[in-house]
């Protein structure tokens, strides 16, 4: 587990408040909708928020794109790995 995969873990918990659950608790390629973690639409916007305050990631929170990038841990990391690189 990268590094990255740490941080975003942490910053999920930490923006949501998710008090009952470690970052170890989360499995990288787990759904964190309604499987997995059980988040929801306001989870999906404070995580949205979340990255373009620490990352400069903006996202169309409409976007079947944007659905696909929330659909775990690692496809937010693959996230903000293109958009570090652009």
Partial sequence: MSSLHLELKQMIIDSLDLEDIEVAE???DAPLFIDGL???????????????KR???KLDADSTETRQ????INA??????????Q
């Fill in 76 to 85: 937010l990391v693959q996230l903000v790995d293109a958009r570090r690189t």
């Fill in 55 to 57: 990352y400069g990631i």
């Fill in 38 to 52: 059980g988040l929801d639409s306001i989870d999906a916007l404070e995580i949205g928020l979340a990255l373009q």
């Fill in 26 to 28: 989360i499995i990288d």
């Fill in 69 to 72: 990038h929330f659909a775990s």
